[in-house]
């Protein structure tokens, strides 16, 4: 009988430590990355998101947020990967980006970052976030931008970015949800809110599976045109782009015969004169590459 009570009492903790440990693997490997579904203060989430000045390339669709900073190479990452994806799904992706308040005395963002996020929150100017993401971040200037650091306004401006981050992570944590960028947030097809900290790629599959988003884009065919093919053209003021020339049509070696009604063409008096080559230009603290 005591023999029996011992291998009971050890089938009794090996049982519990394999649940334990089971659980722990399920939370560990899957719970901990899935999306949060809001049931409080939605009313008060969507009007933030709303109201604050959030960037776009278009599309019209369902409307997915990315909020984050300059700096956050997850956020980067996620929208390089995950936004062609999304917007393939019929998806409007909007990113609101902010400006990270100094910690302990210590500034946490750039006044070439401040002056851009106070840009981006005037302007909403897709094509300046483009130019600005695709920059090293040690390389950004802001050149041609006014300065954030001195002007009231924009100064402001800076500081409704980071009032408005501050808030709606109060909101997400009285949800029971902790916050990390980037932070997106989006409806499902059944309109319930939903909120994802994702840091991990763990937790992009699970946005992908909510919004039919595939989890692989088809490659394109030989010839066609890339996708992005405009954001590498160069943009109106670039003061380092050169001149674009239109493609002269080349005649064909073979004229069709000239028939009746169609008399045949007259041959130029003299051959066109050749144009100059434009000279190259290169401001100092050049921006745009």
């Known amino acids: 009988?005591?023999?029996?009570?011992?291998?009971?009492?050890?089938?009794?903790?090996?049982?519990?430590?394999?649940a334990a440990g089971g659980y722990w693997a399920y939370w560990n490997f899957h719970a901990r990355y899935q999306p949060v579904t809001i049931t409080r203060n939605q009313a008060e989430i969507q009007r933030l998101l709303d109201e604050a000045s959030w960037l776009s390339a278009g599309g019209?669709?369902?409307?997915?947020?990315?909020?984050?900073?300059?700096?956050?190479?997850?956020?980067?990452?996620?929208?390089?990967?995950?936004?062609?994806?999304?917007?393939?799904?019929?998806?409007?992706?909007?990113?609101?980006?902010?400006?990270?308040?100094?910690?302990?005395?210590?500034?946490?963002?750039?006044a070439a970052e401040r002056a851009t996020v106070a840009e981006l929150w005037l302007t909403r100017d897709w094509s300046l976030y483009q130019r600005w993401t695709a920059t090293p971040s040690r390389d950004?200037?802001?050149?041609?931008?006014?300065?954030a650091d001195g002007n009231l306004a924009r100064t402001a401006v800076v500081g409704a970015g980071r009032e408005f981050v501050e808030e709606l992570s109060g909101l997400l944590r009285g949800a029971g949800m902790g916050v990390t960028y980037p932070l997106v947030i989006w409806r499902d097809r059944e309109g319930f809110l939903k909120a994802c900290a994702c840091s991990s790629e763990r937790s992009w599959a699970f946005i992908r599976d909510d919004l039919d988003a595939p989890d692989r884009l088809r490659d394109p065919e030989p010839g066609a045109p890339l996708p992005d093919a405009a954001a590498g053209a160069p943009y109106p003021g670039d003061p380092g782009a050169a001149?674009?020339?239109?493609?002269?049509?080349?005649?064909?070696?073979?004229?069709?015969?000239p028939t009746a009604s169609a008399p045949p063409r007259a041959t130029p008096s003299r051959p066109p004169q050749p144009r100059e080559a434009p000279q190259p230009s290169r401001e100092e603290e050049a921006v745009f590459f």
């Open 60 to 110: 019209g669709g369902e409307a997915l947020y990315i909020v984050g900073y300059r700096d956050c190479a997850s956020c980067l990452a996620y929208e390089e990967s995950e936004a062609p994806k999304l917007r393939a799904a019929g998806v409007e992706v909007r990113v609101i980006v902010f400006a990270r308040p100094d910690r302990e005395g210590l500034a946490q963002s750039t």
């Open 1 to 18: 009988m005591r023999r029996f009570l011992i291998w009971s009492a050890l089938a009794v903790v090996v049982g519990l430590a394999i």
């Open 140 to 147: 950004w200037s802001a050149a041609g931008i006014p300065p």
């Open 243 to 257: 001149e674009v020339e239109q493609p002269v049509p080349t005649p064909s070696p073979i004229d069709p015969a």
